[in-house]
């Protein structure tokens, strides 16, 4: 798909709110690329989300210990379907643009708070591999749009499930 289909298909999209947004989706990334949509994630500052494979590296990097993806981006690269693919922990209809949430800005997601790192969400091979080469490029064209996502570090423990909200702590 080339990339003005893809802004067409966005501009269709309903706007992601900027104060108070909902999670639609909990993923737990395991290894080999798969996936677990999970009922409900618990969050903690020393494991990120329990179960993902965060948790396996050598040396964790807290800056990338949790990742969010705006879900209106991934209905734009599936055509409407809300899929867990896109190798992020939370799916959520709220606006994560640079312009919205500096790094350092808190959220409270369920009853877990995140704090938003200044480490850059760009695509890998995996994401190109499952949504295309024109999807990755269409993701990184807009740096301050931030299609990719955002990385989120835990501040405080809690559990986030599918329906909670997300807003500013």
Known sequence: MDLETYDQRHQAQPASPRERGTVRLVVARKSG????????????????????RWTLAKDPDRQSQITLMDAAVVRTLTDGDLVPTS???????????????????????????????????????????????????????????????IHALVVEDGVVRAGDFIERA
């Open 33 to 52: 690329g798969k996936k677990h949509v999970l009922d409900e994630g618990h969050f903690s500052a020393a494991g990120g989300l329990d179960g993902d």
């Open 87 to 149: 190798g992020d922990n939370l799916l959520v209809d709220f606006d994560l643009s640079a312009a919205a949430l500096a790094p350092g800005t808190r959220l409270r997601v369920g009853s877990a708070v995140l704090e938003v790192t200044p480490e850059p969400h760009d695509g890998c091979k995996k994401f190109a591999a499952r949504f295309g080469k024109d999807a990755m490029r269409w993701v990184g064209r807009d740096k301050p749009a931030r299609r990719r996502g």
